[in-house]
T-cell receptor, first 114, second 114 residues
Framework: EAGVTQFPSHSVIEKGQTVTLRCDPI?????LYWYRRVMGKEIKFLLH????????ESGMPNNRFLAERTGGTYSTLKVQPAELEDSGVYFC????????????FGSGTQLSVL | AQSVSQHNHHVILSEAASLELGCNYS??????LFWYVQYPGQHLQLLLK??????LVKGIKGFEAEFIKSKFSFNLRKPSVQWSDTAEYFC????????????FGTGTRLTVIP
């Protein structure tokens, strides 16, 4: 069974540019989560999709971040325009249901904003 | 506010040494706690979890953790580390009881010297 896949693994962009991160969850997993880790700090929750609906987006830092999950399959996280403080590792995770303890993570996208 | 704190940022051990990584939690209600590990270049994966019952929890690869309610702690232990245990370790808990939205500690980087 394929795991959670994230593209790209690394992205280096300049301040003011746009970047789109993609996450392909495990097939059949309705729940998809985005997390972010700024260097040296904790991994922070960004948002949670159930199928194509945003269940909880309380962790999104500001309106420069837009997450979508059209069709309830893969998800994208767009940062526009990117700022220096957006640098970090963006993790995606999926789960087959909302029950705790069944969270599967991708390897993350390392975003560097210069 | 709900949180977990990890006091050790970087731990360096020789092979065969014993390991204990600290995690303290701060939240009310039913306590669910996790330890995740991220090996170099890999995704976050679950080491072990505590939901209820026996406070001594066994995980994969010889790891265990003990939930001590009086100390608000959930320390990770391994009696004898191997070079392959070199990784970053994260303590985590849910934002809401039973939910998969997790909050994480800042992580502890473990380096095992052969």
């Amino acid at each position: 069974e394929a795991g959670v896949t994230q593209f790209p693994s690394h992205s280096v962009i300049e301040k003011g540019q746009t970047v789109t991160l993609r996450c392909d969850p495990i097939s059949g997993h309705d729940n998809l989560y985005w997390y972010r880790r700024v260097m040296g700090k904790e991994i922070k929750f960004l948002l949670h999709f159930v199928k194509e609906s945003k269940q909880d987006e309380s962790g999104m830092p500001n309106n420069r971040f837009l997450a979508e999950r059209t069709g309830g399959t893969y998800s994208t996280l767009k940062v526009q325009p990117a700022e220096l403080e957006d640098s970090g590792v963006y993790f995606c995770a999926s789960s087959p249901d909302r029950l705790i303890g069944k969270l599967f993570f991708g390897s993350g996208t390392q975003l560097s904003v210069l | 506010a709900q949180s977990v704190s990890q006091h050790n940022h970087h731990v360096i051990l020789s092979e065969a040494a014993s390991l204990e990584l600290g995690c303290n939690y701060s939240y009310g209600g039913t306590v669910n706690l996790f330890w995740y590990v991220q090996y170099p270049g890999q995704h976050l994966q679950l080491l072990l979890k505590y939901f209820s019952g026996d406070p001594l929890v066994k995980g994969i690869k010889g790891f265990e953790a003990e939930f001590i309610k009086s100390k608000f702690s959930f320390n990770l232990r391994k009696p004898s580390v191997q070079w392959s245990d070199t990784a970053e370790y994260f303590c985590a808990g849910p934002y809401q009881t039973g939910a998969n939205n997790l909050f994480f500690g800042t992580g502890t980087r473990l380096t095992v010297i052969p």
